[in-house]
């Protein structure tokens, strides 16, 4: 079962990865300075980056979790 905790640690922080590209990208977006629409746009276009990574965290640390009980 120690490869599944491996796999769902490497989830874990692709996720996280993700989840931090969401919040630069918004973060970038925002200090832009743009029109109302194009910021709804933009953030628009990080929305399922940002759920996508989110997912594949709790994903990733649910696998950990499993592995740890059953090993």
């Known amino acids: 079962m120690e490869i599944v905790v491996w796999i769902g640690a490497g989830l874990s922080v692709v996720g996280l990865c993700g989840i931090v ?3 630069v990208a918004v973060t970038k977006a925002k200090r832009a300075n743009l029109p109302d629409e194009e910021l709804r746009a933009r953030i628009s276009k990080v929305l399922p980056v940002n ?3 989110l997912l594949i965290s709790v994903i990733g640390l649910m696998a950990v979790v499993i592995g740890v ?3």
């Open 21 to 23: 590209y969401s919040i």
């Open 51 to 53: 759920l996508g990574a």
């Open 69 to 71: 009980m059953l090993g």
